[in-house]
C-alpha cells in the first residue's frame, strides 16, 4: 500500500486544501504511553497527519484506506511491523543576522494539537468497525477554522483550530462537516478547562488502544526519502490556489522583478481602496518599498465594508475568510515569485521596519525550504555593544557574517502562550512595543495560514548602548518556526543545529516526541517554556517528563501568576545569559553547510551567482589597503585625473596666468593636458579592471549579481578600513593631539579610504576618455568602444551611475556624452525623460528620501556619505507615458552642501555653486532639502540655490522647486509654520537681492522673480525617519506617509511640466550646462548648443515673419506709385488734389503696416506658446524680437512716406510740364482739324505736296502763335547746401561755422582723404597700437566706403534721365548718418563727418545740376513740339486720304505706351522674388540666419585658402559680404537661369492681364461707341492703372485718332501677344546678371544684406561682426572670436602681432585701456562697464577658436606685412593646426555639426 503524505514529510509546510487549515489530532498520553512512543521504531513525527482531499469522490478511498490502516494497527499491535526513525546530527551553527519582525498567525504547525480527541472516542474509532461515517462526522466538523484568544492567562494561545486528522486522512465534505456528531465532542475554547479535563478523564480510560493507535499514527507517516511525487500531488494544487487568488500565478515561473516594481505606474500614487486580492501583493509591495511600517495591514475593503453583527444564527460562518489572506502568506508567496534581487530589496525594506524576515522560505508546492542568504546578504546594521559604551564607538557590520548568536523559539503541540507575542515583547523596550513577528492579535493575523507554515523568520536586536533601553547588551538574533515542531522536523533540526538555544513552547508536556529529543544530537540547549496557568498543566506530569528527557531543570522556564510583562523579563534574563556564556555561534553564511546536509536549499546556490561571486571575489580577495589598490589598479583615476580636472577648470579660469601671455599660458595647459592623457594611455589596463570589464559584460542576471557582489565586497573592505582608521584617529586626537601632521594624514586617508563600484566606473570612464585622445584609426581606442554600452546598460539595469565625480569635481564629458548616447540607442530613440534632483546639507536625509519616494537604491551610510551626482534611471509604464509626457524618470542624488570634508579647502563654496548650478539646471524638479535646526546653514544652502536659479531664468529654464522640511514632527506643522513660511521667504527675498547684486541682475528684486513660488504648496513637512530609538527603531510610518503624499505632488509637476526632452537634449544639455559652471560666470549665451539651437530657429522664423512683411509693404508701394503716377492721366481735371491722394494713401499704408506689424507680434507670440523646440531658452530675446518689429514698422513708415512724399513731389514737378505739352498738343489739334476741314472743301483734290505746304504755312502761323514757357532751371548746389544745413542744425554753432564757408560747387573735386589731426588726442595711451595710422586708415575705409556707397546711389540716378528732386539730397544724407550710425565704434570727429558731407554733397550737386540742365533741355516745349512734326503731318495726310489708322495706332500704343510700361513693371516686381529665389533655392540655409550667414562666409574663406580674400572680409568686412553676397547670388542665378525664368513670369502675368482687359472693356461697352478710340484707350489705361505707367507717350497716341474701336481692339490683342513673344527673347538672351540686378529699382543684394548684415557692429576687441537676429536687438554676440593681432593689433614694447583671443582675456585677470577708458587700465573681466551691449564669452574648449588660430599662424607673416608690425609668436600648437581642424572648430562653434 502506498503512503499516504503528510505534513511530517521533509520541507512539509502545513498546506491545507481548500481554503482550509488543518489542525492534527493530539493524544494525551500516561508517562508509559511516552515511554512506548519512545522506543525504538517511534516514528519523531508521529503526530502529524494527511491533509483532507476536497473532492467528494475521494471519500470512499479515504474510508477504504481507514479500514486498511485498522488493519495496519492490529499488525503493528502483535509486532509483526516495526517503523524505525533515523534522526542525522547536524552540523552546529551559530546565527549572526539582523531582520524584522515577521508575521504571526495562526501556523498550521502550530495547530498540530489543536484538537484533542478523548481517550473513550479514540477507543470507539479503534473498535467499531462499522462506524466509520459516524467518525469521519465529528472530525469533519473540526475541520473549521476557529479564532483563538492570544494571551498569556487561560487560552492566550497563538494556534488557530484547524481541521481534525484522523489516521491520515481528512474528510472535508462540507454537509458532512457541518453535521454534529452526538457520540464524539470537541474540546471546548469557550470553556478550555472543561475540554481538557473530558480529554483527561477520557485518556486515563483508553491507555492501551490510544498506545496502538500511536503505533498506527507512526506507521502511516511517510519515511524521509518519501517520493516528491507524491508530495506535489497532494500540496501542490494549494500554493497554485492561493497565487492564482493573488494573481501571482504567472510570476510563479517568470518572477517579478525589481524594475517592474519600481516602474511608475497608475497605482504608484493611486489612493484607491483594494477591491481585489489581486490587488493585495502590489499594495504590500508599493507600501514595503516606502517602507511603510503598515505595509503588512493590506487587506480587501470588501471584507470591512459592513459591519458584522453576530447573532446566534452565524456563529459558524465565516463570511469574510475568503477574501483575507494572512500577511506570512502573502509574504511568502511574494518571496516565491520574486527574483534575488527583489528577494533582497523586500528584505533590505522590512528590515528598516523592523519586521522579522525570511531565513528559511517554505514551498509547500515542493515541500523544499531554501536559506535566503542572498536575501539577507544586503543588511547592514550599527549598533553600540556594552563593550564600547564608554569609547562612544559603535560596530557597523553586514548582518549575515557578523558574529551573533541565534536563539530559536519553536511550539511543540499546543501552547496557551502567543509564541510570536511574547517574542515581540522580548524584543521591544516596554516604551517602544512594536510587531516584529506577525502574530494572531494583528489585521488578518487570525486568517488561516495555507502556505507560511514551516517558514523561519528571523530578526534581531541590537542594543544602542544605553543600558536604560537596551534590553540585551549584545546583539542576538531571534528566529521563529511558525508551525508545529513534529511537523517540521528538518526546519526544527535545522534550528537545533545553527542556534546557541532553542526555547520549545508547550502545554502538551506527555507528548511523545519530548522522549525523543533525549536521544537527538543538538548543539543548542534546550529549553522548556510551560504555562503553569494552562489548565492541563501538572507539577508531577513536568517532573516526570523532566527526569524521563533528560532536561536539565534550570532550563525550564515556567509562567506562574505573573503577568506578561514580568515573564518577559524571566525569559530576557535567560537568553541574555546564554548569549554570554554561548561560545556556539554561528555566522548565517556560515550556515550553508548545515543547510546542504539537511537537504535545504540556499538561494546563493544558483550557477549566476555563484559565476558572479567568484569574478567579484577574484577582484577583490587580494585588496589590504584600498589606498594602495587604488594606486596600483586604479591608476588613470587618481592624481593624474584629478590634475586635468584642474586643468580644464584653469583652462576656462585662467587664474595662475600671471603676466604670461593668456594664448601661451592656454597652449602650455594644453600641452600638459595631452602628457596627462599620453601618461594615463602608457598605463597597461590593470588586472582587476580587465576582470571588472569581463564581469560587466556578463549578460542578464550574472552581471547585476556582479555588480552586487562587487558593491557588497567593497562596501565590506571600506567599512574594515574606515573602523580602523576611526579608532586611529580617535586615539591619536585623545591622547597626541601634537602630532597634527600624523592626525591630518589620518583625515585624508579617512577621506580617501572609500572604495566603491563609482571607483571602477571611474576608472573605465578614464580608460575610454585616454582613448579619445588616441588617433581614430588606433586598436586601443576601438577596443574601448563598447564600455559606454555596458554603462549605460548598468543604467538601464536600475544601477546608479556616477554623473559628478566627487573626487575631482568634474564631469567625464566624453565618457558620459558615450553613455547616454548609448542609453539612447538602448532605449526607444525619442524615449523622454523627466529629471527629479534633490540638494541640501549633507546628512539630512537625501538619498533616504529618494529611496524611500521611488524605492530605489541610492548608497546610504555607507561608509561615508554620497560625494558627487549619480543618476539613475526609473521606466514609466506605458499606460502613464502620455499623461506624464516621458517613458522615463531621471533622479539625480548629489554630495551634501556645506560638507564638512570639504569645508576646509578655499574652494568648497565655489564647489557646492557648482553642484548647485549643474543639477538645478539639468532638472524638471528639483527637491530643497532642509534641516530647519540650523538657521546659519539654511541661509547659506538658499543663498546658494538662489544663485543658481538666477542663473537658470538668465537661461530660460525654470525647474519646479519643493522646499521639504525634514524632522518636523507635529501634525500641525503645516499651519504652525506659516510664520516660519513667511519668514523663509523674506529670507529667499533677502538671499535673491544680494545673489542678483553679484550676478548684475539688479532688476530682480525677490525671489517671485526667478521662479514661481507659493509658500503653502511648494513647501512640505516630513517627520523624522525613525520611530524611536535606533537601532531598535522601525521607520516612522508618519515619515513614509508624508514622502507618499510629497511623491504625489511630484506626480502632479510632472503632469504640468512643457517640456519633454528626449536624452540627447539632456546630453546637449548637461554639457553646455558645465561648459558654463566651469567658467564661473554663468553666462550660457549661445556656447549652449541648446540656446544656439533655438536662437537660431527663433531668427529663422522672425527672418521668414519679417521678409514677407516687407515684400508686401514693397508690392503696395509700387502699387501706390504708380497710381501716383497715373493722377489725371484719364480724368484731365481731377476732383482731388495730388495732396488729398497722397494722405489717403498714408493713411491706407499705415492700417496696412498695423495689420502686419500685429500679425508678427501675434506670430511671436505663438511661437512661444508652441513650447517646443525649446523656445523657454530664449524667451528672454522675445523683447528683442518685440522691439525689431516695432523699429520694422517704423523704418518702414519712414520708407514708404519718403517714397510717396518723393513720387508726388516729382509728379508736381512734372505736371507743369505735361500741361505745357498737353495746351500745345492740344491747339496743335485743333489747328491740323481746321486745316484738314479746309482742305476738304476745296473743289479739286489735294496732291501730298499741296498738303504738305497747307501743313507747313499752318504750322509757321501756329508756332509764332504759342507762347513757349519752359521750365524754371534751378540752382541745385544752392538747394542742396541749405538741406545739409538743415541736416546739420541740430549740432550747434561750431559745426555751422564749418559748413558755412564753403560752397558746395567746389567741393568734392578731389580725393577724400581724413586729416589726422585730432587723432592722436582720442587715441593717446592705447597698449597695443602705437600705429595710430592704423586708426586712420580704419577712418578713411570707412568714409571711402560711405562715398562709394552714395556714388552708386548718384550714377543710378542719372541713370534713370529723370529732372532733379531734393529728395535725392535727402536720401544722401540719411543714408550718410545710417551707415555713420552702425559704425559707431569708429570714432568720426564731427569735422571729418562735415568734411565728409560735404564732399558727396558737392559731388552729387554737380551730377544733379547737370541731369537738371538735361532734363530742361530735352523738355524744351518748343523742341518738343518741333519733334512731333513729321507725326501731325502723316496723321493730317492719312486722315484726309481717308486711310484706315487702326492698324497704326494700335502699334504706336503697344510700342510707346504698353511694352515699357510693361518691362518697367517686370523690373520692379522681379527684384522680390528674386530674394525668395535665393532664400528658397539651393544652399538656402546660407541664408537663413546671421548665424548660418557667417559660417557660410567663413567656411567658403578657409576652402578658397587665400590671403587676399581674408584680407579683404577683415580690412572691409561691409564691402567683402556685399561683394560676397551678390556674387552668391548672381551665381545662384547663372545656374539655374533663375533670372530669365522670373522676368518671363511677371511677363505672362501682366500680358495676360492686358488682354483680359481689352476683352472686358469690348465686353462691357458693348462697342457702342464705335469710332471712339481715345476712350477706349483711356478706360484701359484707367483699368491698369495701378499696374502700369502709361502716361508718357499716350497723349501723342490719342491726337488725331478716329480710329474704328472694334478693329483697334482686335489689332491691340493681336500686337499685345507679338510683344510678348519678342520680350521674351530679350529675356532669354539674358545679359551680365550684375547689371541687371544693380539696374533693378528693387536690389534683392542690398535686401539680403540689409538683413544679413544685421545691425553691423563690431566686437571691440577683435572687430569680429555681431549676429545677433531682429533690428533691435539690446545684445550684441558673436559665435567665435579671433587674434586681435589679426585685426593689426601688436605689443606696443616688442611691435610684435597679438595673439590674444577676447574670449580667452575675459576670463583672464589681464586689463586693457584705448579711447572709451579715457587711457586708464581697466579689467578684461568688467568690460561691460565700457561695452554694456556686447556679450562675449569665454572659450567653451580649446578647439573653439582653432578656425582663427588657424589663420592666424597660417598668415602670419603676411598679416605683419601688411600692418607695418612684427610676425606674432605663435604657440606650437597654433602652428600643427590643420585646415580640418579649422572646419571640425568652426562646425562645432556656430554648432552645424
Known amino acids: 500500500m502506498e503512503k499516504p503524505d503528510d505534513e511530517a514529510s521533509p520541507g512539509a509546510t502545513g498546506c491545507e486544501w481548500g481554503g482550509r487549515d488543518t489542525t492534527p489530532v493530539q493524544n494525551i498520553h500516561t508517562p508509559d504511553d511516552m515511554a512506548a512512543l519512545g522506543a525504538p521504531g517511534a516514528n519523531l513525527q508521529s503526530v502529524m497527519f494527511n491533509q483532507p482531499q476536497q473532492q467528494q469522490s475521494m471519500q470512499q478511498a479515504a474510508q477504504q484506506q481507514i479500514q486498511q490502516q485498522f488493519g495496519h494497527l492490529q499488525e503493528v499491535q502483535k509486532g509483526k511491523t516495526k517503523q524505525l526513525c533515523v534522526v542525522t546530527p547536524l552540523p552546529a551553527a551559530n546565527p549572526d543576522t539582523l531582520t524584522r519582525p515577521a508575521p504571526q498567525s495562526p501556523d498550521l504547525a502550530e495547530e498540530v494539537l489543536g484538537e484533542h480527541l478523548d481517550k473513550k472516542e479514540e477507543a470507539e474509532v479503534l473498535i467499531g468497525e462499522n462506524k466509520s461515517e459516524e467518525v469521519q462526522q465529528p472530525l469533519s466538523k473540526a475541520n473549521e477554522t476557529k479564532p483563538e484568544t492570544d494571551g498569556s492567562s487561560g487560552g492566550n494561545r497563538e494556534t488557530t483550530k484547524g481541521p481534525a486528522e484522523v489516521l491520515g486522512e481528512r474528510i472535508v465534505n462540507k454537509e458532512e462537516a457541518e453535521r454534529p456528531d452526538p457520540e464524539i465532542s470537541a474540546p471546548s475554547f469557550s470553556n478550555p478547562e472543561k475540554g481538557l479535563k473530558e480529554m483527561t478523564h477520557q485518556g486515563e480510560q483508553g491507555e492501551q488502544k490510544v498506545e496502538q493507535l500511536s503505533q498506527a499514527i507512526d506507521e502511516s507517516k511517510p519515511e524521509e526519502g518519501s517520493s516528491r511525487e507524491n508530495i506535489e500531488t497532494t500540496q501542490g494544487p494549494f500554493l497554485r490556489e492561493l497565487l492564482s487568488k493573488t494573481g501571482l500565478e504567472d510570476h510563479y515561473e517568470n518572477k517579478l522583478t525589481l524594475s517592474s516594481v519600481l516602474e511608475i505606474n497608475a497605482d504608484t500614487t493611486s489612493d484607491e481602496p483594494l477591491t481585489t486580492m489581486q490587488s493585495l501583493p502590489g499594495a504590500f509591495l508599493k507600501k514595503l518599498m516606502m517602507a511603510n511600517v503598515n505595509a503588512r495591514s493590506v487587506k480587501c475593503l470588501t471584507t470591512d465594508q459592513e459591519v458584522s453583527y453576530c447573532c446566534v444564527d452565524n456563529l459558524d460562518t465565516d463570511t469574510d475568510s475568503i477574501n483575507v489572506i494572512n500577511p506570512l502568506d502573502l509574504i511568502t508567496a511574494l518571496f516565491l515569485c520574486s527574483d534575488g534581487f527583489l528577494q533582497q530589496e523586500m528584505v533590505q525594506k522590512m528590515s528598516m521596519c523592523q519586521f522579522a524576515v525570511p531565513l528559511l522560505l517554505p514551498n509547500c508546492d515542493t515541500k523544499q525550504s531554501t536559506l535566503m542568504l542572498w536575501a539577507l546578504r544586503d543588511i547592514v546594521r550599527k549598533f553600540r555593544p556594552s563593550s564600547q559604551i564608554a569609547t562612544k564607538a559603535f560596530v557597523e557590520e553586514r548582518i549575515v557574517v557578523s558574529d551573533i548568536p541565534m536563539v530559536s523559539f519553536v511550539r511543540l503541540g499546543e501552547s496557551s502562550l502567543s509564541k510570536s507575542q511574547i517574542l515581540n515583547k522580548l524584543l521591544s523596550n516596554p516604551q517602544q512595543y512594536h510587531d516584529t513577528f506577525v502574530h494572531h492579535d494583528m489585521e488578518c493575523g487570525d486568517a488561516s495560514r495555507q502556505i507560511s507554515d514551516g517558514l523561519v523568520e528571523i530578526s534581531w536586536y541590537f542594543p544602542c548602548g544605553n543600558r536604560n533601553i537596551d534590553m540585551f547588551t549584545k546583539p542576538v538574533s531571534m528566529a521563529n518556526l511558525r508551525g508545529d515542531i513534529r511537523s517540521f522536523e528538518t526546519q526544527f533540526s535545522f534550528l537545533c543545529q545553527t542556534s546557541v538555544a532553542v526555547y520549545i513552547f508547550s502545554d502538551d508536556l506527555e507528548a511523545n516526541f519530548f522522549k525523543v529529543l533525549k536521544s537527538k544530537k543538538t548543539k543548542a540547549e534546550l529549553f522548556l517554556v510551560v504555562n503553569c496557568q494552562g489548565k492541563t498543566f501538572r507539577v508531577d506530569t513536568l517532573k516526570k517528563m523532566i527526569s524521563n528527557c533528560s532536561i536539565n531543570e534550570k532550563n525550564v522556564i515556567l509562567k506562574k501568576k505573573q503577568n506578561d510583562a514580568e515573564f518577559v523579563k524571566t525569559l530576557q534574563s535567560s537568553v541574555g545569559d546564554i548569549i554570554k556564556r554561548s561560545p556556539n555561534r554561528l555566522t548565517i553564511e556560515n550556515m550553508v553547510d548545515v543547510a546542504h546536509q539537511m537537504g535545504i536549499w540556499v538561494d546563493e546556490d544558483c550557477d549566476e551567482c555563484q559565476s558572479a561571486r567568484k569574478m567579484a571575489d577574484e577582484i577583490t580577495r587580494n585588496i589590504k589597503d584600498t589606498n594602495e589598490f587604488k594606486d596600483q589598479q586604479l591608476q588613470l583615476q587618481g592624481q ?18 600671471g603676466d604670461q601671455n593668456i594664448e601661451h599660458y592656454k597652449s602650455s595647459l594644453k600641452k600638459k593636458e595631452k602628457e596627462l592623457r599620453e601618461k594615463q594611455y602608457t598605463f597597461d589596463m590593470s588586472d582587476a579592471m580587465a576582470s571588472f570589464i569581463l564581469g560587466l559584460s556578463s549578460s542578464g542576471a550574472e552581471r547585476s549579481y556582479f555588480l552586487k557582489w562587487m558593491r557588497i565586497n567593497l562596501d565590506n573592505l571600506s567599512r574594515q578600513n574606515l573602523s580602523g582608521l576611526r579608532e586611529q584617529y580617535k586615539d591619536l586626537c585623545q591622547h597626541s593631539p601634537e602630532k597634527k601632521d600624523d592626525i591630518k594624514d589620518l583625515d585624508k586617508q579617512l577621506s580617501d579610504c572609500s572604495l566603491g563600484l563609482e571607483h571602477f566606473l571611474r576608472e573605465l570612464g578614464q580608460l575610454y576618455e585616454a582613448a579619445c585622445s588616441l588617433p581614430e584609426s588606433s586598436l586601443q581606442r576601438k577596443q574601448m568602444e563598447h564600455l559606454p554600452g555596458l554603462c549605460a546598460q548598468m543604467l538601464l539595469d536600475g544601477f546608479p551611475v556616477e554623473l559628478v565625480d566627487g573626487d575631482a569635481s568634474n564631469i567625464p564629458l566624453k565618457w558620459i556624452s558615450a553613455v547616454l548616447t548609448q542609453l539612447h540607442t538602448l532605449v526607444d530613440s525619442n524615449s523622454k525623460i523627466r529629471v527629479v534632483t534633490v540638494l541640501g546639507v549633507q546628512s539630512t536625509g537625501k538619498s533616504t528620501l ?7 537604491q541610492f548608497a546610504v551610510s555607507s561608509g561615508r556619505c554620497t560625494r558627487g551626482a549619480f543618476m539613475l534611471l526609473i521606466k514609466v509604464n506605458k499606460e502613464l507615458k502620455e499623461e506624464l509626457k516621458c517613458d522615463f524618470i531621471m533622479v539625480i542624488d548629489t554630495e551634501g552642501l556645506k560638507s564638512p570634508e570639504l569645508a576646509q579647502l578655499d574652494d568648497s563654496h565655489e564647489h557646492d555653486n557648482e553642484l548647485a548650478t549643474l543639477v538645478i539646471g539639468l532638472s524638471d524638479v528639483t527637491i530643497i532639502n532642509i534641516a530647519m535646526e540650523n538657521n546659519t546653514e539654511m541661509k547659506d544652502i538658499l543663498q546658494i540655490v538662489v544663485h543658481a536659479f538666477i542663473r537658470m531664468k538668465e537661461v530660460g529654464k525654470k525647474p519646479v522647486c519643493h522646499f521639504v522640511h525634514q524632522n518636523v514632527s507635529d501634525m500641525s506643522a503645516h499651519d504652525n509654520n506659516m510664520r516660519d513660511r513667511k519668514k523663509l521667504l523674506e529670507q529667499l527675498d533677502e538671499m535673491t537681492q544680494a545673489a542678483a547684486r553679484m550676478e548684475k541682475k539688479e532688476n530682480i528684486t525677490k525671489f517671485t522673480d526667478v521662479m514661481e513660488y507659493d509658500p503653502d504648496t511648494s513647501s512640505c513637512y516630513i517627520p523624522g525617519l525613525w520611530h524611536g530609538t535606533p537601532p531598535m527603531a522601525p521607520v516612522n510610518a508618519g515619515y513614509s506617509e508624508a514622502v507618499y503624499s510629497f511623491k504625489k505632488t511630484l506626480m502632479k509637476d510632472f503632469r504640468k511640466c512643457q517640456r519633454n526632452d528626449d536624452l540627447t537634449h539632456f546630453l546637449k544639455w548637461t554639457q553646455s550646462l558645465w561648459e558654463a559652471v566651469k567658467f564661473e560666470k554663468f553666462i550660457f549665451s549661445f556656447r549652449n548648443s541648446l540656446v544656439a539651437d533655438a536662437y537660431s530657429r527663433l531668427c529663422s522664423e522672425y527672418n521668414g515673419w519679417e521678409w514677407a512683411f516687407q515684400k508686401n509693404m514693397y508690392s503696395w508701394m509700387v502699387s501706390a506709385e504708380t ?49 517646443d523646440g525649446h523656445v523657454n531658452l530664449v524667451e528672454k530675446y522675445k523683447e528683442d524680437f518685440v522691439s525689431s518689429a516695432k523699429t520694422l514698422r517704423r523704418e518702414t513708415e519712414n520708407t514708404v512716406r519718403n517714397k510717396l512724399q518723393g513720387a508726388v513731389e516729382i509728379k508736381e514737378g512734372m505736371t507743369e510740364l505735361d500741361n505745357i505739352k498737353s495746351s500745345q498738343a492740344s491747339t496743335m489739334e485743333k489747328k491740323v482739324l481746321d486745316l484738314l476741314q479746309k482742305c476738304r472743301k476745296k473743289e479739286s483734290v489735294l496732291s501730298d505736296k499741296e498738303l504738305r505746304k497747307e501743313f507747313e504755312n499752318m504750322w509757321k502761323k501756329t508756332l509764332s502763335d504759342i507762347h513757349f514757357k519752359g521750365l524754371p532751371r534751378r540752382n541745385v548746389a544752392q538747394d542742396a547746401f541749405q538741406m545739409l544745413r538743415g541736416n546739420l542744425s541740430t549740432r550747434g554753432s561750431h559745426v555751422n561755422s564749418m559748413v558755412v564757408g564753403n560752397n558746395l560747387v567746389d567741393c568734392g573735386k578731389k580725393e577724400f582723404a581724413v586729416e589726422s589731426g585730432g587723432l592722436l588726442e582720442k587715441v593717446g595711451g592705447l597698449v597695443k597700437h602705437r600705429d595710430f595710422n592704423h586708426y586712420r586708415k580704419k577712418l578713411q575705409e570707412l568714409c571711402d566706403d560711405i562715398i562709394t556707397q552714395c556714388q552708386l546711389f548718384i550714377t543710378q540716378k542719372v541713370e534713370n534721365k529723370t529732372d532733379y528732386h531734393d529728395t535725392y539730397v535727402k536720401e544722401l544724407l540719411n543714408k550718410i548718418d545710417e551707415t555713420l550710425q552702425q559704425h559707431k565704434n569708429v570714432n568720426v570727429s564731427e569735422v571729418c563727418e562735415v568734411s565728409l558731407k560735404l564732399h558727396i554733397c558737392g559731388r552729387a550737386a554737380r551730377a544733379f545740376q547737370k541731369i537738371h540742365n538735361d532734363f530742361i533741355e530735352v523738355n524744351d516745349p518748343r523742341k518738343c513740339l518741333e519733334t512731333s512734326k513729321s507725326k501731325y503731318l502723316t496723321e493730317f495726310k492719312d486722315l484726309f486720304n481717308n486711310r484706315d489708322l487702326c492698324q497704326k495706332k494700335a502699334e504706336d500704343f503697344t510700342k510707346l505706351c504698353l511694352q515699357p510700361a510693361v518691362q518697367d513693371y517686370v523690373t520692379k516686381m522681379i527684384g522680390p522674388d528674386v530674394v525668395d529665389e535665393v532664400k528658397r533655392g539651393k544652399g538656402s540655409k546660407d541664408y537663413s540666419t546671421r548665424v548660418a550667414f557667417q559660417f557660410s562666409i567663413l567656411k567658403q574663406l578657409l576652402t578658397n585658402g587665400k590671403y587676399d580674400k581674408y584680407e579683404k572680409y577683415i580690412k572691409n568686412y561691409e564691402r567683402f559680404v556685399k561683394d560676397w553676397l551678390f556674387d552668391q547670388i548672381v551665381q ?19 500680358v495676360k492681364m492686358i488682354t483680359d482687359t481689352i476683352s472686358n472693356i469690348r465686353e462691357t461697352t458693348g462697342l457702342t461707341n464705335v469710332n471712339d478710340v481715345k476712350t477706349f484707350i483711356q478706360n484701359i489705361c484707367s483699368a491698369l492703372k495701378e499696374k502700369l505707367v502709361l502716361k508718357d507717350a499716350l497723349d501723342s497716341i490719342l491726337i488725331l485718332n478716329t480710329a474704328n474701336t472694334k478693329q483697334f481692339a482686335d489689332y491691340l490683342t493681336e500686337l499685345v501677344g507679338e510683344m510678348e513673344k519678342s520680350l521674351a527673347v530679350e529675356y532669354n538672351k539674358g545679359g551680365d546678371i550684375k547689371k541687371r ?19 553691423g557692429e563690431q566686437c571691440p576687441f577683435c572687430a569680429v561682426p555681431c549676429e545677433a537676429g531682429g533690428k533691435k536687438h539690446s545684445k550684441h554676440h558673436a559665435s567665435i572670436h579671433r587674434p586681435q593681432g589679426i585685426c593689426g593689433y601688436r605689443v606696443s614694447y616688442s611691435q610684435k602681432l597679438v595673439i590674444e583671443i577676447c574670449s580667452s582675456l575675459v576670463v583672464s585677470d589681464k586689463v586693457f585701456n584705448n579711447a572709451e577708458t579715457g587711457g586708464t587700465y581697466h579689467p578684461y573681466k ?27 599662424a597660417t598668415f602670419n607673416e603676411r598679416i605683419a606685412e601688411d600692418t607695418n608690425a612684427l610676425p606674432a609668436d605663435i604657440p606650437e600648437d597654433w602652428k ?18
Open 640 to 657: 593624474i585625473w584629478k590634475e586635468l580636472s584642474q586643468l580644464e577648470k584653469e583652462r576656462c579660469r585662467l587664474r595662475k596666468a
Open 850 to 856: 529618494l529611496n524611500t519616494m521611488f524605492g530605489v
Open 1123 to 1171: 497710381k501716383i503716377s497715373n493722377i489725371g492721366m484719364t480724368d484731365q481735371n481731377p476732383q482731388t488734389s495730388i495732396r488729398d491722394v497722397l494722405n489717403e494713401l498714408m493713411i491706407e499704408a499705415s492700417k496696412k503696416m498695423t495689420l502686419g506689424e500685429n500679425e508678427i507680434q501675434e506670430n511671436l507670440v505663438k511661437y512661444f506658446e508652441k513650447k
Open 1532 to 1550: 545662384q542665378l547663372s545656374d539655374e537661369s533663375s533670372l530669365e525664368k522670373l522676368e518671363k513670369k511677371h511677363l505672362s502675368e501682366m
Open 1637 to 1655: 540686378l544693380s539696374s533693378l529699382p528693387f536690389k534683392p543684394q542690398d535686401e539680403m544684406f540689409t538683413s544679413l548684415f544685421g545691425c
Open 1726 to 1752: 568688467d568690460y561691460k562697464t565700457q561695452y554694456p551691449d556686447w556679450i562675449i564669452t569665454g572659450d567653451p574648449s580649446m578647439e573653439a577658436a582653432d578656425y582663427w588660430k588657424y589663420v592666424m
Open 1776 to 1793: 600643427a593646426l590643420t585646415s580640418d581642424d579649422a572646419m571640425r572648430s568652426l562646425k562645432k562653434s556656430f554648432n552645424m555639426e
